[in-house]
């Protein structure tokens, strides 16, 4: 099962290796990793997804904690939650398949970002499954380079990640 897990962690340098070396060094596999400042210039957010079993990620929170720079962390599987997905498509285009591409990118709520005499690159976000979908929807042949950031996400309500 994907679990999103969210950690805030200390601005400092090394600490990205030390999540990173702790995969590493149990076989773990991370997904996709998103790393940025917070409203505290001290703490950085970062944003891991990984897959396992209850018990593999109940084992990664437990590491994940007894790293120092790890002020706290939450599994946002645990609770209801939004998460979106960056993406950016580069796409062949010709004279014909031009308006094609553009009512493609408008179904899916895409924004046409860069265009040449030959390409569009396509700028969409939402949930992992409407971006695979928009990819689906394209001629494969066209596509050039696609670009995602793995999904990053945050808890509704009054629940938060912070200290």
Known sequence: MKHIISILIENE???????????SARGYNIESLTVAPTEDPSLSRMTLVTWGSDDIIEQITKQLNKLIDVVKLIDLEDFVHIERELMMVKIKTTEHTREEIRSLAAIFRGKIIDVTPTTYVVEMTGPSSKLDAFIAAIDGDTIIEVVRSGPTGISRGEKGLHL
């Open 13 to 23: 340098s090394g600490a990205l290796s030390r999540v990173a070396g702790l995969f």
